[in-house]
């Protein structure tokens, strides 16, 4: 059994060490996006986040074409209405029903069409992820900035992530800038609020 998944139970369910979310994921993956394909793809954010390997995963991505609303539109700088990728994931342990999270990520089409690999499922999981994925069409991410709120999960959210009673969710919402200050992507995660921990360290730099 993985180190993130424990045998014994607490009240009738599975007692889960919390995945560990940090900032130093997205310098990671940055890292990782030019390297080569079979390098890439040795492991993810999520083997990353949680300790588990690669075999113990189950993946899915579901896309879809959509177009901006005015909230969308706000945070990419764009007008309402313009094309988007909607990407929803979900990864899950193999022993268990519940995923470890939500994610919806979306991107502005007229960024990645020339790169119709981009726009296919089918492609998915993609080695070394969304700023491997940004690469092949030009794009360096610059900076990411999140921002994390919590509350009680809607009852969708608590039969999704097979959430205890009383247990809120985490919701981060993720805006990655290129080096030209372009919004790039904008994705938005549930988490659930009894098995994850976010850690951030902020390196100073030395007088």
Known sequence: ??????????AGRPRRAPAVRDNSRHQ???DRA?????????TGATERDTGL???DLMFSARYRHTDATPELA???GVPAGTPLLERAYR???????????????YLRRDLIEANPQLLDESNEPWPGGTQSQLHTVGIEVDRVEEHVTARPPTPQEARDLDLPPGSPVLLLRKTSYDIH?????VAFTTLPGDRTELR???RLERW
Do not use: I
Request: negative net charge.
């Open 91 to 105: 990864t899950r342990h193999t022993g268990e029903s519940a995923p470890l999270s939500l994610v919806t990520s």
């Open 181 to 185: 200050g372009r919004v790039v992507d």
């Open 34 to 42: 030019r390297q080569p394909r079979d390098a890439r793809a040795g």
């Open 200 to 202: 951030f360290t902020t």
């Open 1 to 10: 059994m993985s180190q993130a998944y424990e045998e014994t139970t607490d």
């Open 74 to 76: 706000e945070a990419f």
């Open 53 to 55: 390997a690669t075999d």
């Open 28 to 30: 990671w993956e940055k």
